[in-house]
């Protein structure tokens, strides 16, 4: 069976509406392979040829005079492409990193890209329906770090992604039990599939123990419960 390879995929603009004339500055992409982030990764700045939007500038902090030296798009298009491959792109919010691409790869008379998409904005709220889930949100809700996110960019955002995509589709959640580095260097990351239990080593708990007054107490209350609790019935 062939390795199943998707590639995370984020990046950053000079405003909301490519139809409006606003390109793309910054590409971040992770790979990821049977559910295991390789540590390959391709990432670059580009000089659009137009100013940022302010309100642009303050999310993702990538000035105009930043970007005077940076290639032109259609000068990466190949080597981007490249690295994408025919993977399973993984973005959050599809439509919109989707719709700048596709605008920059006409721009470059190239064809517009046909790799199978997992929107995880879309899955995100299939799974928590009436609940926030924005990246920094999503983070929170699976005990993803996301302390070195104080502002926007593709190839953080794509990395903090993958780690969030692995937690909400195979359970992987980190409660402080899992190694904090994920083996990172290494270039593993920690895979809990749906119902494996982490296995906790070489930690010494505090396990706590009732005394007599509070198993007296407990055996009380339960007694008030009469005959029929669940709990008598399986003692």
Known sequence: MADMRQVVLDTETTGIDPAKGHRVIEIGAVEVVDRRITGAHFHQYLNPDRQSDPEAVRIHGITDAFLVDKPRFAEIAGSFLAFLGDAQLVIHNAPFDLGFLNAELRRSDLPGLGNPVLDTLVEARRRHPGQKNDLNSLCRRYGVDNSQ??????????????????AMTGGQVDMGLLSGDRNRENGQAADQTAGETARVADRNLRVLWADPSAQTA???YLEGMGEGALWRKGS
């Open 218 to 220: 407990h055996e009380s």
């Open 149 to 166: 996110r104080t502002l926007h960019g593709a190839l953080l955002d794509c990395q903090i992604l993958a780690e969030v995509y692995m």
